[in-house]
């Protein structure tokens, strides 16, 4: 059974940088495209940014020139880097597998707070 932590999240001052890591249990992490989401507090899900398993990236508009997605298939691992944070980025953020048909129920996720 595919399992996916969430780790790397925190209390962060505006301006700053978070390098959140996903790691996967189970193989079917490497054939799959994956993306960060995350959900602020009275807020819809969303997705943040999305990798293809050649590495082909996109991005909300929100976080585009900020963040960057990337994977480690050796090491079953997701990551999202984020630069320049906002006191809106503040949610909690989660990964997951790209396709609907595919995605795992939702974990618990790493909580980042932009303080401004």
């Known amino acids: 059974q595919v399992q996916l932590v969430e780790s790397g999240g925190g209390l962060v001052q505006a301006g700053g940088s978070l390098r959140l890591s996903c790691a996967a249990s189970?193989?079917?992490?490497?054939?799959?495209?994956m993306a960060w989401y995350r959900q602020a507090p009275g807020k819809q899900r969303e997705l943040v940014a999305g990798?293809?398993?050649?590495?082909?990236?996109d991005y909300s508009n929100s976080a585009k020139g900020r963040f960057t997605i990337s994977r480690d298939n050796a090491k079953n691992t997701l990551y999202l880097q984020m630069n320049s944070l906002k006191p809106e980025d503040t949610a909690v953020y989660y990964c997951?597998?790209?396709?609907?048909?595919?995605?795992?129920?939702w974990g618990q996720g790493t909580q980042v707070t932009v303080s401004s």
């Open positions: 189970g193989r079917i992490f490497t054939f799959n495209a």
């Open positions: 997951n597998f790209r396709d609907e048909v595919l995605r795992l129920p």
């Open positions: 990798i293809s398993i050649h590495g082909n990236t």
